[in-house]
């Protein structure tokens, strides 16, 4: 068991973009889970899931949320 958590730890020591990319792109992810999930969207759900983009899929879909609410508050606002 020793041979193996040095392993862990020369990998971490020697690769740390590695692991804040990991962060980096698990944090997206569940944002944009959470956003998918809580609007129904089951497609862009399943792909967010399945796909490891280190982010850059979710931020996209992030962004065209943020996009289409703001296109909604200010048609709803003209009404």
């Known amino acids: 068991m020793q041979g193996i958590t ?6 971490i020591v020697a690769h740390p973009l ?3 990319l990991v962060i980096w792109g698990s944090v997206w992810k569940l944002i944009a889970l959470w956003k998918a999930a ?6 862009i759900f399943i792909v967010l899931a399945i796909l490891n983009t280190a ?4 931020i996209c879909y992030i962004i ?5 609410e703001k296109k909604r508050d200010i ?5």
């Open 38 to 43: 809580r609007r129904n969207h089951l497609t």
């Open 18 to 20: 590695m692991i804040v």
């Open 64 to 68: 065209y949320l943020y996009i289409t």
């Open 55 to 58: 982010g850059i899929l979710e």
């Open 75 to 79: 048609s709803n606002s003209q009404n």
């Open 6 to 11: 040095d392993k862990i730890i020369t990998y």
